[in-house]
């Protein structure tokens, strides 16, 4: 069974930075798309940024300039680095993978919390 295990998530300061990691070691790592989106308190989960198999990212306007997607294929492993942080990127993040960068998604992580509060 798959699993994807988030991690690196926290509490912050507005204006403050966190790096969050996703380690992927159940599937062949290289071939998959990998994603991260997040789900605050009341709402649906949105689309945050994703990473193709090779390297081309897209994210939401929400935080295009902030945040940055990459993977590090040796490490099946993918990042999120959030810079500038607000108080409305408080959420749970969740890590996902998919055969097709434009395809559904086949696997989920568990969720790592985000809070962005002075």
């Known amino acids: 069974q798959v699993q994807l295990m988030e991690s690196g998530g926290g509490s912050v300061q507005p204006g403050g930075s966190l790096r969050l990691s996703c380690a992927a070691p159940?599937?062949?790592?290289?071939?998959?798309?990998m994603g991260w989106y997040r789900q605050a308190p009341g709402k649906e989960r949105e689309f945050v940024a994703r990473?193709?198999?090779?390297?081309?990212?897209t994210y939401a306007d929400s935080v295009k300039g902030r945040f940055t997607i990459s993977r590090d294929n040796t490490r099946n492993t993918v990042y999120l680095r959030m810079n500038s942080l607000k108080a409305e990127d408080t959420a749970v993040y969740y890590c996902?993978?998919?055969?097709?960068?434009?395809?559904?998604?086949?696997?989920w992580g568990q969720g790592t919390q985000v809070t962005v509060s002075s």
């Open positions: 996902e993978a998919r055969k097709s960068f434009y395809g559904s998604t086949d696997y």
């Open positions: 159940g599937i062949i790592f290289s071939f998959y798309a």
């Open positions: 990473i193709s198999s090779g390297g081309s990212t």
